[in-house]
């Protein structure tokens, strides 16, 4: 028998979608990572349903991570927190109005997210987006595709964010086949896909998606980046001259050949001081400094979509972080695009303490706190 929730939460998730609270022509944009609690402590990182309850200035929530493209259950890892059941990720879409972007990867040391061929890689980009995507139309909660899972149930996220944080092979014809699976749908429902890139241009991990590779159809797939400004000198935020030079880049090399002004870039910032390792701390520059000398540079460039934050742990212990910089994104605008480049360094390391996945060797996954992982995140 149909159930009165199945069929309440199958309307929900079929309504044609104006209501995502990303705005593709607006600078106003506040993105942040949520699911690995960063901030280490056992109480640190709130469920995500409290956040898309109060957090009112956050118009974009990334779920951070999944960690397995073959075991897309307990491939989920979210550290101490539950997963976001079927119910709350539509009530954070459809009630509180925000735009939830499943994050793919995040700072994994081994090839999970390489792929033998492309052929792999886009049966790979078709089992996620079946498993997390909008359900087959229909009044009851979907049955998967054979083999597949359905891990928030009838719930379908809004786009996946690409973060790879070491050189994967094939991630181009992955990469293509998840912007033909999101472009396919009927419902008439935008969906995004997005990708976390370091701030030396290009990055080394992601260039093949950026750059199209030997893949020319992979270029200009992706929605809009968050740039990662901190880790990275001298491209980084711990010099203003540099961060500016290094988003000119990003907006002349990337963005300005996504064409019609198509290839947003937000700016990525840690939200305090302990989001990144000893060795990089001088790349975090507090809310007030960022909202004085970083934003009104930022706006110059007309592909600024806004500022993405890692991640909520680290915001919720500094509180004084996001509200001058939400008051200086103001109302969005945008400027205009440049054609100056720069070159900038290769990529550094750093270490952080963070929640780590990792597989035992019986299967599954536990998570553990350690400074094994490079580049924070």
């Given amino acids: 028998m149909k159930s009165t929730l199945a069929l309440s939460l199958w ?24 699911g690995q609690n960063s901030a280490g402590g056992a109480k640190t990182q709130r469920p995500l349903i409290d956040i898309c309850r109060s957090e009112r200035n956050i118009d974009i929530i990334l779920l951070s ?30 009630k509180h109005n925000k735009t939830l ?20 890689a886009a049966e790979a980009a078709r089992r996620i987006w079946a498993a997390f995507g909008p359900p087959p139309p229909g009044p009851t909660s979907p049955s998967p595709p054979s083999g597949g899972v359905r891990p928030f149930g009838s719930a379908a996220v809004d786009g996946l964010d690409l973060d790879f944080e070491a050189p994967y092979a094939n991630i181009q014809a992955f990469a293509r086949e ?3 699976r999101m472009d ?19 990055d080394a991990n992601l260039a093949p998606v950026l750059q199209g590779g030997d893949d020319a159809a992979a270029a200009g797939v992706l929605d809009f980046l968050f740039v990662q ?29 996504a064409g019609d002004g198509k290839g947003r870039i937000f700016v990525g910032v840690p939200g305090a001081a302990t989001a990144i390792g000893p060795a990089n701390r001088a790349s975090y520059v507090d809310g007030a400094a960022l909202a004085a000398g970083y934003v009104d540079a930022a706006r110059a460039f007309r592909s600024f979509a806004g500022v993405m934050v890692w ?60 400074d094994i992982h490079r580049h924070a995140k």
Avoid: H
Avoid at 67 to 87: H, I, K, M, Y
Avoid at 101 to 115: H, M, P, R, V
């Fill in 311 to 370: 991640d909520m742990s680290q915001l919720d212990g500094n509180a004084a972080f996001l509200p001058p910089i939400v008051s200086a994104l103001g109302d969005g605008g945008g400027g205009e695009t440049t054609t100056t480049t720069t070159t900038t360094p290769s990529q550094t390391s750093a270490f952080i303490s963070r929640v780590v996945p990792t597989r035992p060797a019986s299967g599954g996954w536990y998570r553990v706190y350690g």
């Fill in 101 to 120: 972007l499943l994050s793919l990867g995040g700072a994994a040391t081994d090839n999970t997210w390489s792929f033998a061929s492309p052929s792999q």
């Fill in 65 to 94: 991570f999944l960690v397995s493209p073959t075991d897309l259950d307990r491939g989920l890892n979210f550290a101490n927190s539950d997963r976001p059941t079927e119910q709350e990720i539509i009530e954070c879409q459809t």
């Fill in 229 to 257: 400004f901190y880790n990275n000198a001298p491209c980084d935020l711990r010099t203003p001259a540099g961060f500016r030079e290094s988003l000119r880049t990003w907006d002349a090399q990337w963005a300005g050949k």
């Fill in 178 to 180: 998840l912007r033909a």
């Fill in 184 to 202: 396919a749908g009927a419902s008439g429902r935008r969906f995004y896909l997005s990708a976390a890139p370091q701030c030396p241009f290009p």
């Fill in 11 to 34: 309307l929900l998730s079929s309504i044609p979608f104006g209501r995502a609270a990303y705005k593709p022509s607006s600078s106003n944009n506040v993105a942040v990572y949520w």
